[in-house]
């Protein structure tokens, strides 16, 4: 077989790139924690107070932040924590102040073990809690430590976090630390959910299919790319998507080679046909298939968008040109006399594929409904194939849906493709 005419472009498998920073920043930790403010004047009825020797530190403290006086805010906490004897109501006050003296300086690093304290702390509500998960998170993105991001997306999502992005940001930072088949399992169980959900939205979040494909190109998964691909092009079509999909439907297992037409119908009709050498190819495709007029038509589309002769010999687009006129010619023949005298299925069917060449849709599904009735007609899948396409193409939705989806035999892969394009337009 020779090399396939489709490797030769670059596929979204090299451009999966991501910014874990971009749109990462850093939540409202000090409005969060607003009640600092009285942590000394007002602890929880059922708290410890605060012993006399703590609470002047405290004050003092919360002057200096209200003044803006971070470092002198810090030198009077620092007395505090070195003891080991803090009630729980102190070591609340103690670490607040920290995280807002801290955080007020970007020193976000700094800031962390006092968060970290807060989001364990009985002394917090489960209202403050998601914030200062979330800014765990943020923090240990910009700092780039991806194992704490994990850790804490994790216990964000499990605790309900509100963030959208979380779960991107999960598998993201799984990615960012090679931990890639992890990082896939994380999108398989989001997909799961979104399966098992009735009455809720069954889709996952672009960004997570596009991470696990990336992940799955990785470990050089190419099935579950495939796979990955397929769910991207029904949820989030595209004409990237429908592109680098079908660059590689060719490279499944057990997938017949003449079928490479049937890709080059898929790529015209999802918009990708723009480059000379798939212009030519299709034509020489089509030629070779018995749809010379197509080919034509083919042909005819890419003189008119002006890519000849880019990189095709002019020799042999010529040479191709008086091919394809030979054998339109006969074509043409062929319409003209069974369109008048089709009887038999074999007569019905070539009926059909003349017609499909020249772009008559209605026409040409009647014309293989006819053929079909009879029986015995050869490649039957091919037939079936070809009836729902253009059942589609007339804008019969939902005979084509049924064709398609009824294709069979080894022609049924590409239907569920053309079904995808069919399913979109409900």
């Given at each position: 077989m020779r090399p396939n005419p489709l490797s030769n472009r670059q596929w979204l498998a090299s451009t999966f790139l991501f910014s874990l920073l971009a749109g990462a920043g850093l939540a409202p930790?000090?409005?969060?924690?607003?009640?600092?403010?009285?942590?000394?004047d007002a602890p929880a009825a059922e708290a410890p107070k605060m012993t006399v020797d703590v609470i002047p530190v405290i004050k003092k403290a919360q002057e200096a932040l209200q003044a803006k006086?971070?470092?002198?805010?810090?030198?009077?906490?620092?007395?505090?924590?070195?003891?080991?004897?803090?009630?729980?109501?102190?070591?609340?006050?103690?670490?607040?102040?920290l995280v807002s003296?801290?955080?007020?300086?970007?020193?976000?690093?700094?800031?962390?073990?006092?968060?970290?304290?807060?989001?364990?702390?009985?002394?917090?509500?489960?209202?403050?809690?998601?914030?200062?998960?979330?800014?765990?998170?943020?923090?240990?993105?910009?700092?780039?430590?991806?194992?704490?991001?994990?850790r804490w997306a994790r216990e964000c999502l499990k605790a309900g976090c509100s963030n959208p992005k979380m779960a991107i940001i999960l598998v993201q930072s799984l990615q960012m630390q090679g931990l890639h088949k992890e990082a896939i399992e994380e999108v398989q169980k989001s997909l799961a959910a979104a399966?098992?959900?009735?009455?809720?939205s069954r889709k996952v979040s672009e960004?997570?299919?596009?991470?696990?494909?990336a992940s799955q190109a990785k470990l050089k998964d190419m099935a579950g790319y495939y796979q990955s691909m397929q769910v991207l092009?029904?949820?989030y079509p595209s004409k990237d998507y429908w592109m680098d999909l079908l660059s590689r439907f060719l490279q499944q297992p057990g997938v017949n080679q003449r079928l490479e037409i049937e890709v080059y119908?898929?790529?015209?009709?999802?918009?990708?046909?723009?480059?000379?050498?798939?212009?030519?190819?299709?034509?020489?495709?089509?030629?070779?298939?018995?749809?010379?007029?197509?080919?034509?038509?083919?042909?005819?589309?890419?003189q008119s968008g002006k890519v000849f002769p880019g990189d095709v010999p002019p020799a042999d687009l010529k040479q191709l040109e008086k091919e394809v006129q030979r054998a339109a010619d006969e074509d043409n023949k062929i319409l003209e006399n069974l369109s008048k005298s089709a009887q038999t299925a074999t007569?019905?069917?070539?009926?059909?594929?003349?017609?499909?060449?020249?772009?008559?849709?209605?026409?040409?599904?009647d014309a293989f409904d006819k053929g079909l009735a009879l029986g015995g007609v050869k490649r039957e899948s091919d037939v079936r194939l070809h009836l729902g396409m253009a059942r589609f193409k007339a804008g019969q939705l939902e005979p084509a849906r049924q064709a398609l989806g009824q294709t069979g035999g080894d022609t049924q892969g590409v239907a569920n493709l053309w079904l995808m394009l069919a399913n979109a337009k409900r």
């Open positions: 930790v000090i409005a969060s924690l607003a009640s600092v403010a009285h942590a000394a006086r971070y470092d002198d805010a810090l030198t009077a906490l620092s007395v505090l924590r070195g003891k080991a004897d803090l009630n729980i109501t102190e070591r609340d006050a103690l670490e607040r102040l003296s801290w955080m007020a300086q970007k020193m976000y690093v700094e800031a962390i073990p006092s968060i970290e304290w807060l989001v364990t702390s009985p002394t917090v509500t489960d209202k403050d809690r998601l914030p200062l998960m979330d800014n765990l998170v943020s923090i240990s993105l910009n700092t780039k430590d991806f194992a704490r991001a994990t399966q098992a959900a009735p009455g809720k960004d997570e299919l596009r991470a696990m494909a092009v029904r949820d119908r898929l790529i015209q009709e999802t918009g990708n046909l723009q480059e000379p050498g798939d212009f030519f190819t299709y034509a020489q495709l089509a030629l070779k298939a018995g749809f010379p007029l197509e080919s034509r038509a083919i042909l005819t589309q890419g007569q019905w069917v070539d009926l059909g594929n003349v017609l499909f060449s020249t772009q008559q849709w209605a026409a040409a599904a």
